[in-house]
């Protein structure tokens, strides 16, 4: 029996009300399973792009590729064009397809805000604090580590964490590891995210072109209208989204900020009320007569144009009791899990080591960087979220213990994707010497990354009880 039944018969049983009434949803699950599947294609994006870069014969065509120039273009109008010179390969990913990326994290963000583990403060308070102090200690270790050097610039590269690569290192531990641990590492990653937002678009901008950001306001404000109007269509949105990525982009602001405020635009209400949407699959459900019609369909592989027309209803109806906000987030996830940012990593990730030095790991921005993910992370979220509990401002996760809630400390040092993505923004690849910072930079994320995962990874192991998590559920 499905869902659209049970709710037409209003049958439900004590475990799948036991189930709801944990907060455990359908959609809640599928995030956090894609975000850890994710992780694995991340992964494997990661190892080929740093194996094709240093492939002589290969890694020439590699690099040259990135440089390709993007255009799509009506007339003299190309879309994706910055200061009216075409975008590269590798500038058309970083800036415009990650800014579908931050889309899709300003969609999360106002989720968890309105319904998630962001709508009750008490609740929030430790993911937080924890987030908070994962995004200070770091950036202190990198500027104590680089004052006075040319690669300063890049203190907020360590301040992130991935989502995508740290449920991935959960979910290698199974259901071992309490849901409770899952939402809070999600949280912190989600408040992480908004951290780098507003450095992004705080110190990541240039010159500003005040009549386009104008023009880019008002076309935020007529979508911010939309929503007030209750206009649910998602082509409004992503159509007038995309005018306000073009002006962004050609404004001075990071156009990723612009994926961020249009997705604070969509409206988060559904066409129909549940309510509504119960009332109009029962009377589409009631023209079946039962046995007759059951002995009449297996008679034959079709439906009838009578029964069709009463299922299409249902399906229409079901569209609709889904918010925008929630049908586009669930849409963009495969999307941007399984393609934008395994794109994105096979891009960036890509660093020539034959002419480096291994020392050079262990020395200036690599160094920094590593020290920043791998100590600052662990230091600083354990440390706030400590604090926060000893001081009974928030309770510990269900099923949590501090060994548990070190190693999540420590799996918070994984920043892998928008710390490559803030060391792009830090380090100019165009000027040599800003490249082999950027170079360096890339390293001590991919080897701070893999050791917080790794660290991390093996304290859960030894520390996690080898029975099932009293709240895990099982898959659909």
């Not at 889309?103 to 987030?131: C, D, H, M, T, Y």
């Not at 306000?244 to 209400?269: D, E, K, Q, R, Y």
């Not at 096979?346 to 080591?353: D, E, Q, R, T, V």
């Not at 590593?370 to 996760?397: C, R």
Request: glycine residues 8%.
């Amino acid at each position: 029996m499905n869902i659209k039944e049970k709710l037409s018969r209003g049958s439900w049983d004590r475990e799948e009300t036991s189930v709801f009434d944990r907060g455990i949803f359908f959609a809640a699950r599928q995030a956090l399973r894609r975000h850890a599947s994710g992780g694995n294609v991340l992964i494997a994006a990661t190892v080929v792009a740093l194996i094709v870069a240093n492939i002589p014969g290969i890694n020439d065509n590699y690099f040259s590729f990135w440089n390709e120039e993007v255009r799509l273009q009506i007339g003299s109008f190309n879309l994706f064009s910055h200061d009216g010179h075409p975008m590269s390969m590798l500038s058309s990913i970083n800036d415009a397809l990650m800014a579908v990326f931050f889309f899709s994290i300003g969609l999360e963000i106002k989720r968890e805000v309105l319904v998630g583990e962001l709508s009750s403060f008490r609740q929030a308070l430790l993911p937080i604090v924890g987030a908070i102090g994962g995004m200070i200690v770091p950036v202190v270790i990198f500027w104590l580590m680089s004052r006075g050097t040319d690669y300063s610039g890049g203190a907020a590269i360590p301040m992130a964490t991935d989502i995508a690569f740290s449920l991935g290192v959960l979910a290698m531990l199974g259901k071992r590891v309490p849901l409770s641990i899952k939402i809070f590492l999600t949280t912190l990653a989600v408040v992480d995210d908004i951290g780098g937002i507003i450095v992004i678009a705080a110190f990541y901008s240039t010159e500003i072109e005040y009549v386009l950001l104008i023009y880019a306001a008002a076309l935020l404000g007529f979508l911010l209208l939309g929503s007030a109007l209750h206009i649910k269509s998602k082509i409004f949105y992503l159509g007038i989204g995309c005018a306000v990525w073009f002006l962004f982009l050609n404004s001075g602001i990071h156009p990723t900020i612009a994926g961020v405020l249009v997705a604070f635009c969509v409206p988060a209400t559904p066409v129909f009320a549940p309510r509504k949407y119960i009332e109009i699959i029962r009377t589409s459900i009631s023209h079946f007569k039962g046995d007759e019609d059951m002995r009449d369909l297996q008679k034959r592989t079709i439906l009838g144009k009578e029964q069709m027309n009463w299922l299409k209803e249902v399906e229409s109806a079901s569209d609709k009791v889904i918010s925008p906000l929630q049908d586009l987030e669930d849409s963009l996830h495969p999307i941007v899990n399984y393609f934008i940012l395994p794109l994105f990593a096979f891009a960036n990730a890509g660093i020539y080591l034959l002419d480096m030095s291994p020392a050079s790991v262990f020395e200036g921005v690599s160094l920094a960087v590593i020290l920043g993910l791998v100590l600052g992370k662990f230091l600083g979220i354990l440390s706030f979220s400590w604090l926060t509990v000893k001081l009974g401002l928030a309770p510990m996760p269900k099923h949590a213990n501090w060994h548990s809630m070190a190693s999540v400390a420590m799996l918070g040092g994984i920043g892998f994707t928008v710390s490559i993505f803030i060391a792009t923004l830090s380090f100019s690849a165009s000027d040599p010497v800003q490249a082999d910072l950027l170079a360096h930079a890339k390293l001590g994320i991919v080897v701070g990354s893999v050791l917080a995962g790794l660290i991390g990874f093996v304290w859960l192991h030894f520390t996690l009880p080898h029975a099932v998590a009293p709240d895990a559920v099982e898959d659909d």
